[in-house]
């Protein structure tokens, strides 16, 4: 999650910041100085892609053994994985959805 979330935060903020043209370069509107506080974020503590590699890898291998080794245990993060047949075959019903989006 930490790799996941200093990115979008990083590129947020540079979204935002380019966003406001020459204005978001202006110290005055805080930008800069906000993006220079989290443009480091994404490499500390280690390298982004490979967090982010690690822990596919471990959601995949666990994925691995729910379908191929039911009774294997899994980690108690994932064990919404064992769920995955009947979440996939539920219909779930959405009526009314649409009437949710129209503001009041």
Known sequence: ???VFSWTTHFGIDKIRMSCGGQGYNDYSGLPSLWR???AIPTVEGEN???ILQ???F?????RHVFE???KPVSPYLEYLRKTREILVTKHDIGGYPDRLKCP
């Open 55 to 57: 822990c596919s890898r």
């Open 1 to 3: 999650m930490k790799a």
């Open 59 to 63: 959601i995949l291998k666990n994925f």
């Open 37 to 39: 506080m989290h443009s």
């Open 49 to 51: 892609t490979m967090i």
């Open 69 to 71: 080794k039911g009774d």
